[in-house]
């Protein structure tokens, strides 16, 4: 009877350290789970290309949130003219593109290079092109909900066609796109009955609608101009001959159409002695804001770009060496939300309470957000760099705290009341303190994910999705 009472006592204490267990390791996942960006979601894909937008979990404590996107574009891909309900701001990660856009009621052009910034302001009308021969275009891009109208993650509004295979010109009835365009009714429905690809379509050859091709091929400056020849040209041909080309007088209202959202080509933008549409601010031209033997870190705030104060985002780039960490430390101003470009290694997040808020490993393509005032660090493993960029909530100058490190937070708060608030004594503090000589980026090979890691692969962003 003693030995089974024993048995049984021994039992159920290890089921009850089992279950604990599990509850533990289930609320490190939940934890983990919480402050990952898992949930993707294709918002738009054809053949040509697609975009990828990821959501923080809701029931993370922020400040503001942001969703994620990519983009990915095969070469000669125009992303069809469209304006957004939300503030856009997009990095081209590699490839070159063209964007065209709304400035000052006129059209302008930029061409934008792997590295470049730019700002696309809600609601104003844009297009983007793959110029980059042969080779895809990746872009990464914050996505403001501020303004949206909660109808979905953002809501886009295609000018050309989009998902749903029509122009929003197509929902107003025929009398009335009669009347805005001048044309008759066959014309209107010819072309705004039309069935497209999708918001992504190839710009090359004959799968794409002709007038696309014919317009992006043009320089800037010969664009209108261009069109308009081309309506005079169809109206003398009209003429002479009856009922003309039904191609001429899909060219004619598309023309029409583009001419009336887009206006004419900005003379500003020719000019560069006359201000003209911002510039676009490469990010891998700029010097670090810090760097030492161990990494270096970069931020791009309002006072290096201007455009970013109107959305009030902020960008930030760091790399880390093999093994190295980047110091434990608070974000007073801002959250971040951050995309791993390259590499692995360890990432760890505190709750205000002072217990684990996340402590996972971390591979090129995963993206996670750290909420305002939570103290983080990241950890770079063995075998390599880690390469990580991110867009904060604050366009700001950050003023990150550091919590260790010989810039750091505690050292200036060094004194007597600090060492009471440890129970420990003041020499004892301050010698601790006063040990590590490094700042921001420290060497850390003790904390360093080891080689091969779990067994984890070298990976790199996907040229379709976010990871690989």
């Known amino acids: 009877m003693a030995n089974r009472t024993t048995l049984l006592l021994f039992l159920f204490v290890l089921c009850h350290g089992v279950a604990l267990t599990m509850a533990l390791l289930e609320d490190e996942e939940s934890s983990n789970n919480l402050f990952m960006m898992h949930n993707s979601k294709i918002v738009v894909e054809t053949e040509f290309g697609e975009m990828r937008v990821l959501k923080s979990h809701r029931d993370v404590i922020l400040d503001r949130r942001m969703h994620i996107g990519f983009i990915t574009m095969e070469p000669k891909t125009l992303f069809v003219p469209q304006y957004l309900d939300s503030n856009l701001i997009i990095f081209i990660r590699r490839g070159e593109a063209k964007l065209g856009f709304i400035y000052d009621d006129e059209l302008a052009e930029k061409k934008l290079k792997t590295g470049d910034v730019y700002v696309i302001p809600a609601g104003s009308a844009f297009y983007l092109v793959n110029i980059g021969e042969g080779q895809r275009l990746n872009i990464i891009c914050s996505i403001d909900p501020s303004t949206h109208l909660g109808l979905d993650t953002f809501q886009s509004f295609y000018i ?250 505690l050292r200036t708060l060094m004194g007597p009341e600090l060492a009471a608030a440890f129970g420990v004594s003041e020499g004892t503090l301050r010698r601790a303190l006063d040990a590590q000589h490094e700042a921001v980026i420290l060497p850390s090979t003790w904390a360093a994910p080891p080689e091969n890691a779990g067994k984890m692969k070298k990976v790199h962003m996907s040229p379709k999705g976010i990871r690989t």
Request: hydrophobic fraction near 35%.
């Open 160 to 409: 050309g066609g989009g998902a749903k295979s029509h122009s929003v010109l197509s929902g107003f009835e025929s009398v009335i796109l009669e009347t805005a365009f001048n044309e008759s009714r066959t014309e209107i429905e010819q072309i705004f009955s039309a069935k497209l690809d999708g918001p992504f379509v190839y710009v090359g050859d004959s799968h794409a609608p002709s007038l696309w091709t014919k317009f992006l091929q043009l320089k800037n400056e010969d664009k209108v101009q261009h069109m308009k020849k081309m309506v005079q040209d169809q109206e003398e041909e009209e003429d002479d001959v009856d009922g003309g080309d039904e191609e001429k007088k899909t060219t004619k209202l598309w023309r029409k159409l583009l001419e009336t959202v887009f206006g004419k080509v900005n003379e500003k933008a020719r000019n560069k002695d006359t201000n003209g549409p911002p510039d676009s601010h490469n990010l891998y031209d700029k010097k670090p804001d810090f760097s030492n033997a161990y990494g270096w870190s970069k931020t791009l705030h309002g006072d290096d770009y201007h455009q970013l104060r109107k959305p009030d985002v902020g960008i930030f780039h760091v790399n880390l060496t093999a093994g190295s960490m980047l110091s434990p430390h608070v974000n007073p101003r801002a959250a971040e939300y951050c995309i791993v470009l390259r590499g692995y290694g360890k990432f760890q997040l505190v709750f205000p309470n002072g217990s684990n808020a996340m402590n996972i490993q971390i591979k090129a393509g995963d993206v996670f957000v750290v909420p305002r005032y939570f103290p983080f660090c990241q950890i770079a493993s063995r075998d390599g760099p880690l390469e990580f960029f991110g867009f904060s909530t604050s366009s700001r100058k950050n003023n990150p705290q550091f919590l260790a490190g010989s810039m750091s937070l």
